[in-house]
């Protein structure tokens, strides 16, 4: 990008190149750090960032919240995680051998590392050379399991789609859910159209729903944001004991929503038809 060597172009390279932000979130903090405190510069938006995370800051908030984040949560039963589920980061723990196969063993080990993670790189935030030459930071592990580095070990960075649509979860991960009173996954991670994607598995009646719908309209009103790809569309999921509630609206103001229970012998039509694939091979989204 032939940028001249600074802490502030590095922070837009990283966030351009590594976070896929484009050249729009520099900008925007810029913009509401100014709203904050009535003005602001490059610097005081590279500051923002560092102390954020910084041990030593009044106001790490950043890092606050990583401590108190969990990488897994199971309320009664369902399982939130960020990206997803697959057969290779279903149980997994780095520098575990063994795959968990209880999933509340699993969620407990998993955030218990996360922990251990977060507190090394209070104890040692800045780069340096290990007894291998090898240059690292403590917390690195917990750094690569949230970029593409980790693989299809981690279930932050999870792609669920396949050439844009849905697809049931695996055999593996479907059973391994079910053997642990497992009845719904819930993720967000990968944008998918204008309202939550929704997959029935007939086989366990694990129901799966993909929440992200921010990039729903590509020409949403960038008059304040130019990284406004989330248009008017708006949903909200709810639990509420063995039902799941979707309500919302997609860009062209039109309403919708369904009621999805964990039985699905229980679901009423036309909702019984929602995270079900059609003989043509299309899925219903919602109604």
């Avoid at 366990?204 to 989330?230: E, I, M, Q």
Wanted: aromatic share 8%; with cysteine.
């Amino acid at each position: 990008h032939k940028l001249e060597k600074s802490r502030i172009n590095k922070l837009k390279w990283m966030l351009h190149c590594n976070m896929g932000c484009q050249d729009t979130t520099f900008l925007t903090r810029k913009d509401e750090l100014a709203c904050l405190h009535g003005h602001a510069s490059d610097d005081d938006v590279l500051h923002s960032y560092l102390s954020s995370i910084d041990p030593a800051h009044e106001d790490p908030w950043m890092l606050e919240f990583l401590r108190l984040g969990q990488i897994a949560l199971i309320l009664d039963d369902t399982l939130f995680v960020h990206g997803g589920l697959q057969d290779e980061s279903a149980g997994f723990v780095p520098g575990r051998s063994k795959q968990y196969d209880s999933v509340r063993e699993w969620v407990a080990e998993l955030n218990a590392w996360k922990d251990r993670e977060v507190r090394a790189f209070e104890e040692s935030p800045l780069f340096r050379a290990g007894a291998d030459g090898q240059v690292t930071r403590g917390g690195a592990t917990l750094i690569e399991y949230g970029t593409p580095g980790a693989g299809k070990n981690t279930v932050i960075y999870h792609n669920p789609f396949v050439d844009g649509n849905p697809v049931q979860r695996s055999v593996r991960v479907r059973d391994w859910l079910a053997r642990s009173g497992m009845k719904r996954l819930l993720s967000g991670h990968q944008p998918h159209g204008q309202s939550p994607t929704v997959v029935r598995h007939p086989s366990t009646g694990l129901l799966v729903v993909t929440a992200d719908t921010s990039r729903s309209d590509a020409k949403g009103n960038k008059a304040f944001n130019p990284a406004n790809y989330r248009g008017n569309a708006m949903s909200v999921v709810r639990i509420q004991g063995p039902l799941l509630f979707i309500d919302g609206f997609l860009n062209d103001g039109t309403g919708h929503g369904c009621v999805l229970h964990t039985d699905p012998n229980r679901d009423k039509m036309p909702e019984a038809l929602v995270g079900r694939q059609l003989t043509d091979l299309s899925w219903v989204k919602t109604v």
